[in-house]
Structure formats: C-alpha cells, structure tokens
C-alpha cells in the first residue's frame, strides 16, 4: 500500500526534496519562470489560506529547507522586493485574515521572527505599506510593538471613530516628558498614516501631529485641513483644547501644550521657590528634597531609584532642569551639597565605578559643575577615604573638560608611617608637550594630594602638593622614582619635606627634565611609571 503525503499533492513538496534543489541568489526570485520562486509562492499561499494551527511553523521548516537552512538567506528572502513589486512580509501582511487582531498573528511573528535584526527599511516600509492598504490600524500597532523592542511610548489607542477622532491613553505623561524630553506613537487612520509626538523645549512643550501620504498614493491622497487636540487628565478632568485651520506646510500641524507641564501633574505642586529657600528649615519644599534624598540614600546603586529620585526633583522643580541643578550645588543640606551627604552616607565602602545615584545627579546638572560642588565632593571623598570612588568622579566628563587617561594606584598597606603609591601615565612624553601639564589627584590616608608635571622656565618639573585631614598627616619625606614602562629603571629623584619645615608649606617640588631626554629611548608608547613613597 503506498501512502501519499497530502504536502506533496498540494504541489508543496516534501523537505527532503527541497533540501536537494540547486542553490540560487534572491535576485534570481524576480524571474516568473524560476522554480525556486515557484515553490516560495506556493508556501507562502499555502500558509497565509491555512486554517491550521501549525501552518506558520510549517512555512518557516519548508523555507529554510529551499535555503539549505541558511538563515541568512531566509532573511533576505523575506525582506527582499521579488513578489509582485514588493517583499513576501508585504504580501503576507496584506492578504492575511482580516479580523480584529488581540494579538500578533503567528505567521506574521513566525515571519518577523526568522529575518535578521535590525529589519531593514524596505521590508520596514513595505510592511507599513500593507497595514495601509488593509486601513488596520491594530494590526499596525501590533507589529510596531514588536519591532520597538523598547517600552511603548503610548497605551493602546482606546477608541477609533468614522469621523476620524482617536483617543490615546499615555501613562506617566510628564514623568516621561521631564525625563525624556519626547514622546511619540504612530497610527493608522482612513489608510494614512499619523505620528503625534510631544517635545520637552526651552521655550515650552510641543505636540506636533505628522502626516504620512499612503506608500506609492501620494498623488490620491486626501490632506487633512482641520485638526482638534483636546486634552484630559486623568486626574482632575481638566481639558485644554488646541485648533488649527489648515495643515501646518502641508504635512504637519504644530500645538504648544505648556498647560500640560502643570495641569497633568499627579500630586500637587510645591509652592513656587527658589534654590535659596531651602536653606530655610521650615520651608516645605525642603522637607520634600530631604525626603527624596532620604529614601534613595540605601539603595543608590538601584537604576531605578536614582531614575524615579531625579523624575520626582524634577516634578518639585516645576521640570527646571536649571533650579534642580542650582540645588543640587548648593549647600543647603547640613551645612554642605547634597553631593557630599550623598557620597558620605554611602553604603558603598570603595567603590572604583560611580554608583547610579551619584551618574544620574550628575547627568542631570549644569555643565560646568560649580567650584563649590566640586570642592564638596571633594572634602566627602577624603572623609570617606573613598579613592576608587574619588578616581570615577575624576574622570566624569561633567567635572573636567578632558578627563586625564587614569593612572593605575595602589597604596601598600604593609609600611605604618609610610605608603607607596604607583601610577602608570599614559603617553606622558606626548601629553607633556602638546598640553604643557599633566595634573593626578588622589587621596591618601584622608588626604588630598595632586601631582603635577608641568613645564616652567623651560625645563620640566614635578610637584606633589597636599592638603591633608589634620596636621598630623603631613609628609615628612616624598621620594620619586621613575620607571620606563620596558621595565628598566630610569633616574631616580628625590624631594624630601623635614619637620622643619614650615605649616604653610603645603608642595614639594623636583626638576624632572631628565625624563624629556630619557623617555624618547624608552619605545613607541611613551608611558612613564612612576612610584612615590610618602613618609610621615
């Protein structure tokens, strides 16, 4: 008894004979008479007319035997202009079931599933051709959805009438608009396609509404003439409306919806106030900084935290990114800027990367940082004796117009009353001449210290100043030592600072010119390390 597979007599083809067909190119696929073409058409009616569950699976199984179980192939295939003046995604897109979509079709997702990412243009673009042309606009934003791998900016549109009004429902509205700075949605309506979105400017908020002529209709197209923003917050019911007569330059009309940045809040308003008010211990909206700060403090390594800390000091700041930069830098909060609570209330012991908290303040304020923030984060850093935390500051493009290459340093904890600390200085030789200094600040035992390389009367010289936590921890001895990073010792160097000397003196320096003739020797990546050991 022979048994038919009832594949091979719908003209589909078993895959086994598929895996033996001769290799072919996607631009072979535009000829009527090629067979492989043949068999890509007849899979693709097959599924898009199957009632059956497992009818996209199959699709997929039967494509990528045709392609030998390329991938690669499958993808250009599918997002290539070779059926009926457009790609496959198009043709299934438009001839598939029409019905109210809850959720994405399997053959479409099978389909999106096997081209690569990120899909391109033309299969972008044919895909949103079809979705016009089938005028479903749920089907639209089900595959937008699935593309934008990112959280949507809108809700589902709730509501879609015949006398083309639409409804949006877009959650967190100015906690997104304060963070962002825009939003925006696409929508399908009488086959033309719309973006509405709202854009955070200096001068005000802004809601334009785009309009996209149908792909290959634009000679047919019908242009709006009038359109109605009206406005409803979902808690007060308050409503603003916005009208234009005509159609802004043919394609876009343009709204300014600044009502929205204090009608839309979802609490109240703090009084208007100055960054000066909160030095006043009685003025609300301090307590409500405090507050914040309060309650972000245990987990400032929590992205989302520091996220919903700087959306709800923006709220209080009316969404003025400059007042909250001006609090920020500060010092209203015990006696100091919240920079240097934050740093000194850290649960993070040393830290060598800028916890969340820390990045998204900084991100936040106004470059440049003022000299009274840096000195605070500063002084915070040498009391939490935090130099891995003080090294990811340094380099933070908000506190120095070109952050130095940073140095390796360690402090050898063995030795009592002295430490030794190693930096490895990146091209020093190229560095030194083309900028003239060569400024590396770290802290030790509590201590700021800076060491410099600069050029003075012509010659080249090392300077390391301290500003210590106490007296006490003044160096009494520095003593250089300089190794070429072939690992041959160079010239030693020595300064040495004696009880004698006076408090003031807060530097000792050292004539290093011999490092302008030496290091040319040393090899084409010019790095210099240094030790310094300090003595107390």
Known sequence: MTTVDPRRSNGIGLRADAEKMASFNVTDLSSPDNPVRSRFV???????????????SN?????????GGDKDLLSKVLQSTWLIGSTPLHWVVSNIQTTKHKSLPPLVEELLDSCGSPLTQVARDSIYAACCQRDDNTLF????????????SFEDIVEITPSRSMSFIIPMFPDRMLMSGVLQTRFIMQGELYTLSFHSKVDGWTAILVFSPRPGDVLKVRRPTWVS????????????????????????A???????RARNS????TPPFKAESLFETDHPARARFVALLCAAISSEDDPKIASDLVSNSLKLCGGSTELLSQILQSEWLDDNTPFHWIISNMQIRNSKRLPALLEQLLQVCIRPLSQVARDSIDSACCKRGNDG???ALERHRLLHDTPASPPTLFEDSTQISASKVSFVIPMFTERMLTSTAIVVRFILRGGLYTLSFYVMDGSWTGVVSWSPKQDTTRPQRIKYNFIHATGLSGFLGSCHATESIPPVKSAVACNVDFLRARNPCIGSNRNLSLNLKITW
């Open 42 to 56: 007849a899979l693709f009616c097959a599924a898009v007319y199957s009632d059956s569950p497992g009818a996209a």
């Open 59 to 67: 699709l997929i199984r039967d494509c990528m035997a045709i392609c």
């Open 141 to 152: 934003r089900l595959i937008e959805k699935r593309l934008s791998s990112g959280s949507p």
């Open 229 to 252: 923003l009206v406005f409803k917050s979902a808690t007060d019911g308050l409503s603003g409306s916005c009208n234009v007569a005509s159609v802004f330059q043919y394609d876009s």
């Open 254 to 260: 343009t709204f300014p919806v600044d009502f929205l």
């Open 266 to 269: 979802q609490e109240p308003l």
């Open 389 to 391: 935390l003080f090294q």
